[in-house]
């Protein structure tokens, strides 16, 4: 299998929303303040290699509304758990992030 990169703009912020949200739980839950804990730092790797080889590319919405679930369960629990945690957080924090996250949403 030898998929192409995708950094386009719209993986690009993607992968900025999730740094930050795992930057802040990292921050919140474990502490850490200028570099992130070993499990934060592996679970940030995986997602952003995740998200540049996503097959939708600039197609993209958010990855919870995919129908595709490309993470090992391991790394979609963990993503989940940052997630919930950082979410609340971001509006406060990176208001930004939070309502580029929220505009990315599927409409119904």
């Given at each position: ?18 740094t ?58 963990e ?5 919930r ?14 309502v ?9």
């Open positions: 299998m030898n998929r192409q990169l995708n950094n386009g703009p719209n993986i690009q912020k993607e992968k900025e929303i999730v930050k949200m795992i930057n802040l739980y990292c921050q919140k839950k474990h502490h850490h303040q200028q570099e992130l804990c070993k499990d934060c730092q592996n679970l940030k790797t995986y997602a952003l290699m995740r998200l540049s080889l996503c097959r939708f590319g600039e197609e993209k919405s958010a990855c919870s509304n995919c129908t595709v679930h490309c993470y090992k369960p391991k790394y979609r629990l993503m989940k758990t940052v997630m945690y950082s979410g609340p957080w971001m509006m406060l924090y990176h208001p930004v992030y939070a580029k996250h929220l505009l990315n949403k599927p409409k119904k």
